[in-house]
Protein backbone atom coordinates (compact mmCIF):
# COMPACT_ATOMS: atom_id res chain seq x y z
CA UNK A 1 0.00 0.00 0.00
CA UNK A 2 1.11 3.26 -0.74
CA UNK A 3 1.86 4.90 2.30
CA UNK A 4 1.18 8.51 3.09
CA UNK A 5 4.85 9.52 3.41
CA UNK A 6 5.44 8.84 -0.64
CA UNK A 7 2.38 11.03 -0.94
CA UNK A 8 3.61 13.79 0.63
CA UNK A 9 6.95 13.55 -0.78
CA UNK A 10 6.83 16.57 -3.71
CA UNK A 11 -19.21 26.06 16.87
CA UNK A 12 -19.00 27.27 20.06
CA UNK A 13 -15.83 29.08 19.93
CA UNK A 14 -14.69 26.89 16.96
CA UNK A 15 -17.97 26.57 15.67
CA UNK A 16 -18.79 30.17 15.24
CA UNK A 17 -15.34 30.88 13.75
CA UNK A 18 -16.29 27.54 11.41
CA UNK A 19 -19.53 29.63 10.15
CA UNK A 20 -17.54 32.87 10.12
CA UNK A 21 -17.35 34.38 6.46
CA UNK A 22 -13.72 34.18 5.91
CA UNK A 23 -10.78 32.39 6.28
CA UNK A 24 -7.86 31.06 7.71
CA UNK A 25 -4.99 29.32 5.81
CA UNK A 26 -1.63 28.54 7.64
CA UNK A 27 1.00 27.61 5.76
CA UNK A 28 4.65 27.16 5.59
CA UNK A 29 5.82 28.94 2.65
CA UNK A 30 9.47 30.22 1.61
CA UNK A 31 10.30 33.75 0.47
CA UNK A 32 10.48 36.70 3.37
CA UNK A 33 7.52 39.61 1.80
CA UNK A 34 5.11 40.20 4.41
CA UNK A 35 2.55 40.04 1.17
CA UNK A 36 2.47 37.70 -1.87
CA UNK A 37 1.07 38.07 -4.73
CA UNK A 38 -1.34 34.87 -5.32
CA UNK A 39 -1.92 32.59 -8.21
CA UNK A 40 -4.84 32.94 -10.60
CA UNK A 41 -6.60 29.51 -10.17
CA UNK A 42 -4.55 26.69 -12.04
CA UNK A 43 -7.38 23.96 -12.21
CA UNK A 44 -10.27 22.35 -11.61
CA UNK A 45 -11.41 18.93 -11.26
CA UNK A 46 -14.81 17.03 -10.62
CA UNK A 47 -15.69 13.92 -8.97
CA UNK A 48 -14.61 11.78 -12.03
CA UNK A 49 -10.99 13.16 -12.50
CA UNK A 50 -8.60 10.43 -13.36
CA UNK A 51 -11.32 8.13 -15.64
CA UNK A 52 -13.42 7.13 -13.06
CA UNK A 53 -17.12 7.66 -14.05
CA UNK A 54 -18.98 9.45 -11.61
CA UNK A 55 -21.68 7.54 -9.70
CA UNK A 56 -24.50 7.97 -7.20
CA UNK A 57 -23.87 10.85 -4.93
CA UNK A 58 -21.19 12.35 -6.74
CA UNK A 59 -23.02 12.56 -9.86
CA UNK A 60 -24.95 14.80 -8.35
CA UNK A 61 -22.86 17.45 -7.64
CA UNK A 62 -22.02 18.49 -11.24
CA UNK A 63 -22.59 21.77 -10.85
CA UNK A 64 -23.03 24.45 -7.74
CA UNK A 65 -24.06 28.28 -7.66
CA UNK A 66 -20.38 30.05 -7.75
CA UNK A 67 -19.32 32.15 -4.48
CA UNK A 68 -19.87 35.65 -3.65
CA UNK A 69 -16.28 36.21 -2.94
CA UNK A 70 -12.52 34.70 -3.98
CA UNK A 71 -9.33 34.13 -2.28
CA UNK A 72 -7.45 37.18 -2.86
CA UNK A 73 -4.28 39.34 -1.67
CA UNK A 74 -2.33 36.77 1.33
CA UNK A 75 -0.55 38.70 4.02
CA UNK A 76 2.26 36.92 6.61
CA UNK A 77 0.61 36.89 10.18
CA UNK A 78 3.42 35.17 11.69
CA UNK A 79 6.49 33.53 10.99
CA UNK A 80 9.15 30.95 12.26
CA UNK A 81 6.42 27.90 13.13
CA UNK A 82 7.69 24.25 13.14
CA UNK A 83 4.78 22.19 11.65
CA UNK A 84 1.76 24.06 13.13
CA UNK A 85 -1.03 21.89 12.80
CA UNK A 86 -3.72 22.12 15.18
CA UNK A 87 -5.57 25.46 15.45
CA UNK A 88 -8.21 26.83 17.55
CA UNK A 89 -10.24 30.31 18.46
CA UNK A 90 -10.47 32.60 21.64
CA UNK A 91 -13.62 35.05 22.32
CA UNK A 92 -10.61 37.31 22.19
CA UNK A 93 -9.95 36.27 18.63
CA UNK A 94 -6.59 34.88 19.16
CA UNK A 95 -5.95 31.97 18.12
CA UNK A 96 -4.50 28.84 20.00
CA UNK A 97 -1.83 27.04 17.69
CA UNK A 98 -0.27 23.61 17.98
CA UNK A 99 2.79 22.59 16.73
CA UNK A 100 3.14 18.28 15.79
CA UNK A 101 6.83 17.49 16.98
CA UNK A 102 7.62 20.48 19.53
CA UNK A 103 4.63 19.69 21.50
CA UNK A 104 4.32 23.22 22.34
CA UNK A 105 0.60 25.72 22.10
CA UNK A 106 0.97 29.12 21.47
CA UNK A 107 -1.61 32.18 21.12
CA UNK A 108 -1.04 34.10 18.23
CA UNK A 109 -2.84 37.19 18.02
CA UNK A 110 -4.56 39.05 15.17
CA UNK A 111 -1.21 41.35 15.16
CA UNK A 112 1.07 38.84 14.65
CA UNK A 113 2.30 38.34 18.89
CA UNK A 114 2.84 35.09 19.19
CA UNK A 115 3.87 34.03 23.00
CA UNK A 116 4.22 30.07 24.14
CA UNK A 117 1.32 29.20 26.28
CA UNK A 118 3.34 25.95 27.33
CA UNK A 119 3.83 21.98 26.28
CA UNK A 120 1.30 19.21 26.32
CA UNK A 121 2.91 16.35 28.33
CA UNK A 122 2.59 12.48 27.61
CA UNK A 123 3.03 13.37 23.65
CA UNK A 124 5.45 11.15 21.53
CA UNK A 125 6.35 11.42 17.62
CA UNK A 126 5.97 8.25 15.70
CA UNK A 127 9.06 9.85 13.39
CA UNK A 128 5.84 10.37 10.69
CA UNK A 129 2.30 11.72 11.23
CA UNK A 130 1.80 10.81 14.90
CA UNK A 131 2.51 13.90 17.71
CA UNK A 132 0.63 16.86 19.49
CA UNK A 133 -2.14 17.11 16.62
CA UNK A 134 -5.48 19.09 17.15
CA UNK A 135 -6.84 21.42 19.76
CA UNK A 136 -10.16 22.81 20.25
CA UNK A 137 -11.40 25.58 22.83
CA UNK A 138 -14.55 24.88 24.81
CA UNK A 139 -17.76 26.31 23.89
CA UNK A 140 -17.67 27.24 27.95
CA UNK A 141 -14.30 28.64 27.55
CA UNK A 142 -14.95 31.69 29.96
CA UNK A 143 -16.46 29.71 32.20
CA UNK A 144 -14.17 27.07 32.25
CA UNK A 145 -11.03 27.27 30.62
CA UNK A 146 -11.01 24.23 29.15
CA UNK A 147 -9.11 23.40 26.13
CA UNK A 148 -9.18 20.01 24.23
CA UNK A 149 -6.46 18.00 22.17
CA UNK A 150 -5.32 14.89 20.66
CA UNK A 151 -2.22 13.44 20.28
CA UNK A 152 -0.09 10.53 19.85
CA UNK A 153 1.02 8.82 23.59
CA UNK A 154 2.88 5.99 24.02
CA UNK A 155 0.37 3.80 23.88
CA UNK A 156 -1.84 5.18 20.64
CA UNK A 157 -3.35 8.27 20.06
CA UNK A 158 -5.70 10.23 22.56
CA UNK A 159 -8.07 12.95 23.34
CA UNK A 160 -7.00 15.17 26.65
CA UNK A 161 -7.96 18.39 28.09
CA UNK A 162 -5.99 20.78 29.69
CA UNK A 163 -6.80 24.13 31.34
CA UNK A 164 -6.01 27.59 29.90
CA UNK A 165 -5.69 29.93 32.37
CA UNK A 166 -3.73 32.96 33.36
CA UNK A 167 -1.58 32.83 30.36
CA UNK A 168 -0.49 29.11 30.94
CA UNK A 169 -1.93 25.54 30.15
CA UNK A 170 -2.33 22.93 33.40
CA UNK A 171 -3.74 20.26 34.27
CA UNK A 172 -3.70 16.99 32.03
CA UNK A 173 -6.72 14.56 32.28
CA UNK A 174 -7.54 11.71 29.53
CA UNK A 175 -10.59 11.66 27.78
CA UNK A 176 -10.56 8.92 25.18
CA UNK A 177 -7.58 6.39 24.47
CA UNK A 178 -7.11 2.91 23.03
CA UNK A 179 -7.21 4.38 19.26
CA UNK A 180 -4.53 2.93 17.72
CA UNK A 181 -1.65 4.67 16.02
CA UNK A 182 0.99 4.02 13.59
CA UNK A 183 4.12 5.71 12.07
CA UNK A 184 1.28 7.40 9.51
CA UNK A 185 -2.75 7.61 8.94
CA UNK A 186 -3.65 8.95 12.90
CA UNK A 187 -6.27 11.39 11.74
CA UNK A 188 -6.09 13.84 14.45
CA UNK A 189 -8.55 16.51 13.50
CA UNK A 190 -10.79 17.58 16.93
CA UNK A 191 -13.59 20.39 16.64
CA UNK A 192 -16.49 21.38 18.16
CA UNK A 193 -20.02 20.71 15.86
CA UNK A 194 -22.96 23.52 16.03
CA UNK A 195 -24.41 20.74 18.36
CA UNK A 196 -21.56 21.58 20.67
CA UNK A 197 -20.37 18.10 20.81
CA UNK A 198 -16.44 17.18 20.16
CA UNK A 199 -15.73 15.46 17.08
CA UNK A 200 -12.63 13.67 15.93
CA UNK A 201 -10.87 12.33 12.98
CA UNK A 202 -9.08 9.05 13.65
CA UNK A 203 -7.10 6.86 11.00
CA UNK A 204 -6.53 3.70 10.06
CA UNK A 205 -3.02 3.26 11.68
CA UNK A 206 -2.39 1.29 8.18
CA UNK A 207 -4.56 -1.43 9.72
CA UNK A 208 -7.15 -1.50 6.60
CA UNK A 209 -9.67 -3.80 8.24
CA UNK A 210 -10.09 -1.45 11.46
CA UNK A 211 -11.83 0.94 9.62
CA UNK A 212 -15.17 -1.45 8.74
CA UNK A 213 -14.65 -2.64 12.54
CA UNK A 214 -17.35 -1.42 14.38
CA UNK A 215 -15.78 -2.29 17.91
CA UNK A 216 -12.58 0.03 16.67
CA UNK A 217 -11.90 3.67 17.59
CA UNK A 218 -9.76 4.00 14.24
CA UNK A 219 -10.92 4.88 11.18
CA UNK A 220 -14.11 7.01 12.50
CA UNK A 221 -15.34 9.95 13.11
CA UNK A 222 -15.70 10.42 16.78
CA UNK A 223 -18.39 12.54 18.27
CA UNK A 224 -18.54 13.02 22.43
CA UNK A 225 -19.55 14.93 25.44
CA UNK A 226 -16.92 17.44 26.73
CA UNK A 227 -16.37 14.46 29.44
CA UNK A 228 -15.06 12.04 26.31
CA UNK A 229 -18.49 10.26 26.81
CA UNK A 230 -20.71 8.89 23.62
CA UNK A 231 -22.66 12.02 22.67
CA UNK A 232 -26.83 11.54 23.04
CA UNK A 233 -27.60 10.12 19.71
CA UNK A 234 -24.80 8.18 18.27
CA UNK A 235 -25.73 5.65 15.88
CA UNK A 236 -24.33 3.02 17.74
CA UNK A 237 -24.53 3.85 21.24
CA UNK A 238 -20.80 4.33 21.62
CA UNK A 239 -18.27 7.00 20.26
CA UNK A 240 -18.53 6.25 16.91
CA UNK A 241 -20.67 8.70 14.61
CA UNK A 242 -19.43 7.42 10.88
CA UNK A 243 -16.87 4.49 9.98
CA UNK A 244 -14.79 3.12 6.42
CA UNK A 245 -12.23 5.98 6.95
CA UNK A 246 -8.64 5.85 6.00
CA UNK A 247 -7.09 8.65 7.22
CA UNK A 248 -9.25 11.79 7.77
CA UNK A 249 -7.78 14.89 8.60
CA UNK A 250 -10.22 17.98 8.17
CA UNK A 251 -13.95 18.43 9.05
CA UNK A 252 -16.17 21.56 9.33
CA UNK A 253 -19.53 22.81 8.85
CA UNK A 254 -21.80 24.41 6.64
CA UNK A 255 -24.40 27.16 7.14
CA UNK A 256 -27.13 24.91 7.66
CA UNK A 257 -24.91 22.51 10.54
CA UNK A 258 -24.05 19.71 7.34
CA UNK A 259 -20.93 18.11 8.47
CA UNK A 260 -18.20 17.67 5.72
CA UNK A 261 -15.09 15.48 5.82
CA UNK A 262 -11.33 15.53 3.59
CA UNK A 263 -9.76 12.45 3.55
CA UNK A 264 -6.52 10.80 2.35
CA UNK A 265 -6.98 8.23 -0.19
CA UNK A 266 -4.13 5.72 -0.85
CA UNK A 267 -3.50 5.57 -4.43
CA UNK A 268 -5.95 6.92 -6.43
CA UNK A 269 -8.85 9.45 -4.93
CA UNK A 270 -8.64 11.85 -2.26
CA UNK A 271 -12.31 12.43 -1.19
CA UNK A 272 -14.67 15.03 -0.21
CA UNK A 273 -17.51 13.50 1.81
CA UNK A 274 -20.62 14.84 3.68
CA UNK A 275 -20.66 12.84 6.58
CA UNK A 276 -24.14 11.51 8.12
CA UNK A 277 -24.43 9.33 11.51
CA UNK A 278 -23.79 5.56 10.99
CA UNK A 279 -23.43 5.65 6.96
CA UNK A 280 -20.51 3.64 6.10
CA UNK A 281 -17.83 5.86 3.84
CA UNK A 282 -15.64 2.34 1.87
CA UNK A 283 -12.64 1.84 3.09
CA UNK A 284 -11.05 -0.76 2.01
CA UNK A 285 -13.91 -1.90 -0.30
CA UNK A 286 -13.78 1.53 -2.18
CA UNK A 287 -11.40 4.22 -2.89
CA UNK A 288 -13.71 7.12 -4.14
CA UNK A 289 -16.97 6.61 -5.54
CA UNK A 290 -17.89 2.90 -6.21
CA UNK A 291 -21.47 1.09 -6.59
CA UNK A 292 -20.85 -1.58 -3.89
CA UNK A 293 -24.35 -1.67 -2.24
CA UNK A 294 -23.84 -0.03 1.48
CA UNK A 295 -20.67 2.11 0.44
CA UNK A 296 -21.48 5.99 0.44
CA UNK A 297 -19.96 8.19 -2.15
CA UNK A 298 -17.82 11.08 -1.80
CA UNK A 299 -19.17 14.33 -3.01
CA UNK A 300 -15.94 15.21 -4.76
CA UNK A 301 -12.91 13.20 -5.23
CA UNK A 302 -9.25 14.32 -6.64
CA UNK A 303 -6.29 12.45 -7.89
CA UNK A 304 -4.13 12.16 -5.13
CA UNK A 305 -1.38 14.26 -6.56
CA UNK A 306 -3.62 17.47 -6.77
CA UNK A 307 -4.62 17.36 -2.70
CA UNK A 308 -3.75 15.02 -0.18
CA UNK A 309 -5.98 17.06 1.97
CA UNK A 310 -5.64 17.80 5.70
CA UNK A 311 -8.04 20.73 7.02
CA UNK A 312 -10.99 21.94 5.76
CA UNK A 313 -13.10 25.19 6.59
CA UNK A 314 -16.53 26.49 5.50
CA UNK A 315 -16.67 30.15 4.25
CA UNK A 316 -18.65 32.30 2.17
CA UNK A 317 -20.80 29.35 0.72
CA UNK A 318 -18.12 27.17 0.06
CA UNK A 319 -15.80 24.43 1.76
CA UNK A 320 -12.27 25.35 1.43
CA UNK A 321 -9.78 22.56 1.56
CA UNK A 322 -5.74 22.59 2.26
CA UNK A 323 -3.77 20.25 -0.04
CA UNK A 324 -0.19 18.96 1.28
CA UNK A 325 0.90 17.16 -1.98
CA UNK A 326 -0.81 19.35 -4.20
CA UNK A 327 -0.20 22.44 -2.31
CA UNK A 328 -2.82 24.49 -3.38
CA UNK A 329 -5.81 25.67 -1.66
CA UNK A 330 -8.97 24.10 -2.98
CA UNK A 331 -12.79 26.06 -3.17
CA UNK A 332 -15.70 23.97 -3.38
CA UNK A 333 -19.19 25.82 -3.62
CA UNK A 334 -21.73 23.75 -1.56
CA UNK A 335 -25.54 24.60 -2.45
CA UNK A 336 -27.47 22.19 -0.21
CA UNK A 337 -26.08 18.42 -0.23
CA UNK A 338 -24.38 19.24 -3.81
CA UNK A 339 -20.54 20.36 -4.25
CA UNK A 340 -20.30 22.20 -7.47
CA UNK A 341 -16.93 22.26 -9.28
CA UNK A 342 -13.46 22.71 -7.41
CA UNK A 343 -10.82 25.25 -8.26
CA UNK A 344 -7.69 25.81 -7.21
CA UNK A 345 -5.58 28.75 -5.99
CA UNK A 346 -1.97 29.48 -4.79
CA UNK A 347 -0.82 26.23 -6.30
CA UNK A 348 2.68 25.72 -5.39
CA UNK A 349 3.21 29.10 -4.01
CA UNK A 350 3.72 28.18 -0.63
CA UNK A 351 4.34 24.48 -0.49
CA UNK A 352 2.78 22.55 1.91
CA UNK A 353 -0.97 23.59 3.37
CA UNK A 354 -2.26 22.17 6.46
CA UNK A 355 -4.87 23.96 8.02
CA UNK A 356 -7.11 26.99 7.06
CA UNK A 357 -10.42 28.57 9.42
CA UNK A 358 -12.43 30.89 8.90
CA UNK A 359 -11.49 34.24 10.90
CA UNK A 360 -14.32 35.18 13.32
CA UNK A 361 -16.13 38.31 12.25
CA UNK A 362 -13.74 39.06 9.12
CA UNK A 363 -14.12 38.06 5.64
CA UNK A 364 -10.63 36.60 6.04
CA UNK A 365 -9.15 32.92 6.51
CA UNK A 366 -6.14 31.78 8.31
CA UNK A 367 -3.65 29.32 6.53
CA UNK A 368 -1.06 27.62 7.66
CA UNK A 369 2.17 25.43 5.94
CA UNK A 370 3.93 22.42 7.05
CA UNK A 371 6.78 22.49 4.91
CA UNK A 372 9.05 21.57 8.05
CA UNK A 373 7.81 18.04 8.12
CA UNK A 374 9.64 14.80 7.10
CA UNK A 375 8.46 15.55 3.77
CA UNK A 376 9.20 19.22 3.55
CA UNK A 377 12.34 20.63 1.78
CA UNK A 378 12.56 23.25 4.53
CA UNK A 379 13.81 22.99 7.78
CA UNK A 380 12.46 23.57 11.34
CA UNK A 381 11.30 27.18 11.76
CA UNK A 382 9.99 27.74 8.21
CA UNK A 383 6.81 27.48 8.36
CA UNK A 384 4.23 30.39 8.13
CA UNK A 385 0.92 31.69 8.78
CA UNK A 386 -1.16 33.60 6.31
CA UNK A 387 -4.34 35.43 6.24
CA UNK A 388 -6.07 35.60 3.16
CA UNK A 389 -8.67 38.09 2.09
CA UNK A 390 -11.49 37.41 0.27
CA UNK A 391 -12.53 39.70 -2.56
Not at 112 to 133: A, D
Not at 190 to 214: C, I, N, S, W
Not at 365 to 388: I, R
Request: overall charge positive; aromatic content about 8%.
Amino acid sequence: MRTTTARHASLTAVAAATLATGLLITAAGTGGAATAPHSAATSTTNSATGGAAATGRAAAAATAPGLTSAPGSIKTISSDWSIPWGLSWLPDGSALITERDTFKVFTLAQDGTKKEIGKVPNVVTTGGEGGLLSIAVSPSWKTDHYVYLMHTASEGNRIARMTFDGGKLSGYKVLVDGIKKNKYHDGGRLKFGPDGYLYATTGEAQDRKLAQDKSSLNGKILRMTTDGKPAPGNPFGTLLYSYGHRNPQGITWDAQGRLWEAEFGDAKYDELNLIEPGKNYGWPTCEGTCSVDGMTNPKRQWPVSEASPSAVAYADGAIYMAALRGQRLWRIPVDGTTAGTPKAYYTGDYGRLRTVEAVPGKNSLWLTTTNADNNGKAGPGSDKVFQVDLK
